[in-house]
C-alpha cells in the first residue's frame, strides 16, 4: 500500500470520528484515538478503534436517539411525513444527492422522512450545508445539531464539508454528504464492512458511498413509513 493510499485512509477515519462534533468535543478519548488512526494500520477492522466500537459494532444500524418530530399528515391517508427544510449553500451537487437517497433509499424499506429545500438562501433551514477550505483538520465532514426532548432542535442542523479532503472527487464529495445527513437524521455509526456497507460506517474503506439497505433500515424505524 502506498503512503499517499494510507493518507486517505487515516484521513477518513479521523474525518468520521470528528464527524459527530458533539461528541468529538465532549470525549477526551476521540482526541487519542485519532492519534491512534493516523499512527496506526489501515483495514476494514479500523473502524474497531471509532466511538462505535465494543459492543454494538456490527449492529446493522445505530439511532442517537434524536428524531425530527415535526410532521405534517398526507390528504386521505393516515400517511405522516417529516419535512426537513434544507439548503445546500456547496457547490456540491452530491448534496442534493444525499437528501433524495435518504428520502428514497435505492434499496432497503421506505421512510417517511422528507428533505426538501425552500431555496431561500438564508441559515434559517432546519439544515443548513457550507463547504470551505477548512484545512488539514483531520474530518472531511462535520455536523452538529442541538435537541431536546428526543427531537431535533428546528434551524440547529449544520453540515460542514472541508474541500481540502473532497474537492474534485466525487465519490468522497457524495460519502460525506450522505454520511452526514444521516448523522441529521438520528443515525449514529456503525462499523463492519460487506458489500453495500452502510454509510454510517465511520472510516471509508468498505467503499460504499450510496445510502445502503442497512442505513434504509434505521431511517425506516426512526420514520416509519406511512405512519
Ligand atoms: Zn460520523
Known amino acids: ?35 491512534l488512526a493516523f499512527s496506526g494500520g489501515a483495514g476494514a477492522k479500523d473502524c474497531y478503534f471509532e466511538d462505535c466500537g465494543g459492543s454494538n459494532n456490527s449492529a446493522c444500524w445505530l439511532g442517537e436517539g ?29 448534496v442534493n444527492t444525499a437528501w433524495q437517497q435518504w ?37 472531511w465532514g462535520y455536523a452538529t445539531w442541538s435537541s431536546a426532548g428526543g427531537c431535533f432542535t428546528r434551524g440547529s442542523g449544520h453540515v460542514r464539508l472541508n474541500r481540502t479532503y473532497i474537492e474534485g472527487n466525487y465519490n ?17 455509526h456503525v462499523c463492519y464492512c460487506t458489500p453495500g456497507a452502510p454509510v454510517m460506517i465511520p472510516c471509508l474503506n468498505c467503499g460504499n458511498s450510496n445510502v445502503g439497505s442497512c442505513d434504509a433500515q434505521g431511517a425506516a424505524a426512526i420514520y416509519p413509513n406511512c405512519q
Not at 424499506?109 to 431555496?119: E, H, I, M, R, Y
Open 172 to 188: 468522497r464529495q457524495l460519502i460525506t454528504a450522505n454520511h452526514e445527513t444521516g448523522h441529521e437524521i438520528g443515525l449514529g
Open 66 to 94: 434524536v428524531r425530527w418530530c415535526q410532521y405534517s399528515v398526507i390528504n386521505g391517508t393516515n400517511c405522516r411525513y417529516h419535512q426537513v427544510n434544507v439548503y445546500n449553500h456547496t457547490g456540491y451537487g452530491a
Open 1 to 35: 500500500m502506498t503512503d499517499e493510499k494510507k493518507r486517505s485512509m487515516f484521513a477518513v477515519l479521523a474525518s468520521l470520528l470528528a464527524a459527530r462534533g458533539w461528541r468529538w468535543r465532549l470525549a477526551p478519548l476521540a482526541a487519542a484515538l485519532s492519534m
Open 103 to 139: 428520502n428514497y433509499p435505492p434499496v432497503g424499506p421506505a421512510n417517511s422522512v422528507f428533505l426538501k429545500t425552500d431555496g431561500i438562501n438564508n441559515y434559517n433551514h432546519d439544515i443548513d450545508y457550507d463547504w470551505a477550505y477548512y484545512g488539514y483538520t483531520g474530518w
